[in-house]
């Protein structure tokens, strides 16, 4: 039954007073007898993706704006029913007019333990970095799009970790396949065309230092040799074919030559990578996940 002593309607006039403020139900800070389930830490609580757009670094001192979707997550103890949840967004937009290389983390997980009186704190930023990437041949040039995210854990003893992951796409021609074509036209005079496949190495580096995407993206170019290519007119068609002659590769190759490249890297401490060869022989994938292994490290 609609009951009758209610007004449906909406002052636009209304305005909040410090006692009304106080009068208003806070059930995220209520007693532990209003915890559902386990009186039990949790590990991770907070907000996933909210986006806003943020200013990174350039190595040449540029900044670059990015549409960025943000996840944040703090430690919640025993004996709390919840976190002031707004805080996660209200505290990180202290923030949001600051350049975010990886070391900025640190400060906003500091701000997220104290504003939300927690012990440990997660940061996720994940957005799409341009690099304008050069042709082969042709002397033209486009904007590669790389899928990048810059993550940072504070623990309980505070101690700060970062990290980068990237998505690098690349093409690897099958060498066993290259063989093979080349036996059929030797022996039998058969034309043929090796498989290759589109490739996807994605990693998650730990760093000591500072590391800009640019960085990683040409440590994986030096490793693999045949990223895809944006803009590409005949002769550059044709160098990328050489070019996938001369640095072909199975999964595991991949694996292990951006292993060899990265553990060069005295600013990468640590890391973990996951190829997939998309295969246009199968139906199914090769895959292949290396990593560094340091002791408490990765993995
Ligand atoms: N903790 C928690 N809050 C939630 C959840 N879903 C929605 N909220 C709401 O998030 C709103 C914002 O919470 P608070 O940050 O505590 O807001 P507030 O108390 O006005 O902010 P402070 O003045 O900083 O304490 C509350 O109205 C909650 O009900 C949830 O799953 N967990």
Redesign the pocket.
Known sequence: MISTKLKRYYDPTFTVSDDYKDSLP????GPASLIEGADVPIQQ?GISDFKLPLKYPRPDGELITLETSVDGYVGLEAGKK??????IM?SFYKFKDEVFHPDKLQEVLECYREDLDSQSAYLRLSFNYPIMQESLRSGLEGYQYYPVSIEGTMGKDGKFRKFMHLDFEYSSACPCSYELSEHARDKRGVATVPHSQRSLASMTVELDDSLFVEDLVEHCREALMTETQVMVKREDEQAFAEMNGAFQKFVEDAARLLYEQLNEQDEIVDFVIRCVHMESLHSHDAVSRICKGVPNGLR
């Open positions: 806070d059930l995220q800070n609580v919840g976190i002031n949840m707004s805080r209200r």
